[in-house]
């Protein structure tokens, strides 16, 4: 408030100033502060231990330009999508947003596990992958390979989840060879076999 010069009762009589301009300032404060209006949010070309087992989805994802992220404003992120991820992994350790021509993807970590989850442009889930070593891998998975592959050691486990359906990329290894198997629907296949070099 401002006080007027006196009046005829001898007090001065309170005016409001104009509070146009208080509105104009609270309300650039506010579009800056939830547009994004900073610096484009960047981040590294690939996720670090970035599996090669990947699925042909992701394999597509990343012909699609994933690998090749370009700098953007988190609000450009679809908001479905934004919603799903905090609601499905509230605890995620820095998060990591990607955009490529395909949608988002987001790498982060969630109890000590790395993960991966894509989502179309729509904000649609596309599919999950989480990554970790044979200590945490599902007894009965670990069993089924371990059958299978009695001389082998596993390094790498992908859990790939599409569509409500999962499976299992894997790594193995032995003195002479790597392995790379898949299971899915209780079967094991060999998807690509290489030997050491010596």
């Given at each position: ?71 953007f404003y ?9 919603r799903s ?73 992908n859990e ?39």
């Open positions: 408030m401002r006080f007027r010069p006196e009046t005829s009762g001898g007090r001065p009589k309170p005016t409001i100033m104009p509070t146009r301009y208080f509105t104009c300032l609270a309300a650039a404060v506010f579009v800056w502060l939830f547009t994004g209006c900073s610096l484009p949010s960047r981040v590294n070309e690939k996720p670090k231990n970035s599996a090669a087992t990947d699925d042909k989805v992701i394999s597509d994802m990343r012909k699609q330009g994933l690998s090749k992220s370009t700098p988190l609000t450009e992120i679809n908001s479905k999508a934004m991820f905090v609601s499905s992994y509230s605890n995620a350790t820095d998060p990591k947003w990607v955009k490529y021509p395909g949608g988002f993807a987001v790498y982060f970590i969630r109890d000590g596990i790395r993960h991966k989850v894509y989502y179309t442009r729509a904000g649609d889930h596309k599919c999950t992958i989480r990554q970790y070593s044979v200590e945490t891998m599902p007894l009965e998975i670990r069993q089924l390979v371990e059958s299978v592959f009695e001389d082998y050691s596993i390094f790498v486990v790939i989840t599409r569509m409500g359906k999962t499976r299992y990329e894997i790594k193995i290894e032995d003195e002479s060879s790597i392995k790379e198997i898949k299971v899915e629907d209780g079967g094991v296949n060999v998807t690509n076999d290489f030997v050491k070099s010596k």
